[in-house]
């Protein structure tokens, strides 16, 4: 039962991140075929580096459920655009999203390969960004983890708010994995909507 | 015999990678060692992000041949360039032909770790474009593969005739191969010769 | 004992790589999420492709230690620099010492997989330039590497040297290391401070 739930929150996370991705190539204009690949990379980009670094097969190797979902969403997403058109939100929206579920699926994963917490918490922040740094990479933006608004930071703190409820209190599987993947998204929004800034006590004052 | 016949299809490939590495380098005006470094890169990249992939070991570590083979390509084309000056044209002419060898590399691999058609489509695409990709972000070039021309979509097309042909014809081995690198190399040459693009049709109207 | 000694070199290089990566970070005023993220990626980005190519489990994987130090080591870099304020200087004079540590560890790590000499020195110089190119791409920068300074011929001539000293004589192991090591940082720090280039006999005369 817990494998089913996995594979929905991994498929949720990876639907977000094709939304996210084919919106970015498709403000850029990239041609359809462009765009399908750019929407591939942010999908399974930050999952198969966290699956080569623990030595897995890539997770969409050997299912190709994931292909042709990412397929279908991507036209889904050209035929829902030629109606809609304010990128910037949608683009933000999925991007949160994909952020909160891949960062729980990442530190499931190192939990089920017996790896620290701390280790779990890094695979976790890789597995939610990596998607999103190619993405902006590959279309030469400045990636929205480097930007100034709370970005990798919901990951490391809605992460370890997750291994601090399985660990030490006794609440089920399900409410944990949902509450923390709620935490992580509304962190994110929340930072953005009231423009949070985490202090940088490295600059001098007046640059602050 | 098909052995041999699949290394001169990579070495090929290798080769026009080098030249279209060292002359994106050179015409940054790198030194010698960057220029090798890059040539490396762009020759190497796609394979062994899909030998990672795949999980086999990376094709050039194991055997020398491929690295002397760089080394002295790269050379060439250092004293080549000396007489020689046009850039552009060469780097594009080398660029597609290791494109359209490198997919049909790509995807024979993926048939031979008995993998799923569209997966190994997909091998073939990331061995076709990740070494390019990787060349024009090191560069700090917009990346070939995300201007206007139909680029991937050569990959993808040339591909799956490659796999058409295998399943559902009985021509030989070496003529499907031959036939399917060509008509990569040739989607790629005539759409950048006639400027074809695909249409984008989730562009509204007047913006395409 | 060797083992105990190559822990200390590995280690002094991820130190090393941490400051140039948090200095080059808060140069960009990231927020300190932010600055510990391209610390981790400078410090672990060049071992971490080594460690895949030749497949063994990336080093910090399941060693908490290199973690907790750059936790450490990104903290104190934050604290120091509200005092200290010559970003550049700093940054070049760690990545240059980072670059001699790891390209030696990477040598050193290939042998102990029995790998070729030649293939040796390419896994000594992606540990060394690989986490210093990373940095640079995620941070928008031009990579250090492909600037006109001498870069990646320091870790191609130190390692080379150290292969031979290793073969054809009979010094013992630490000086041997420890002179390579001097070596490709003196190299780099002498190369920009003198603004020596290596020749570019490729380009016309009136251009070099």
Redesign the interface.
Known sequence: MYEQFNFIIEFLGMISFVMSGSFAA?Q???????VL?IA?VTAVGGG?VRD????V??FW??D?WY??MILAVTLLS??F??VETDFKVTLFVFDSFGLGLYTIVGIQKGLNAH??P??CI?LG?ITG?FGG?LRD????R??L??R?E????AC?VGGSMFLFLKEYTSFPYVPIHLFTIFLIVAIRILAVKYEW??P?????KN?R
């Open positions: 498709m850029r204009r990239l041609d359809p075929f462009g690949i591939f198969t080569l670094l623990i030595d097969p890539p190797l050997n190709l292909l042709y050209m035929i655009k030629s790896l620290d701390i280790i890094t922040t960004c740094i990479i590959l279309l030469n400045i990636p983890v480097f100034k709370i970005y990798a930071t490391i800034e985490i940088k006590f490295y600059l001098p640059e």
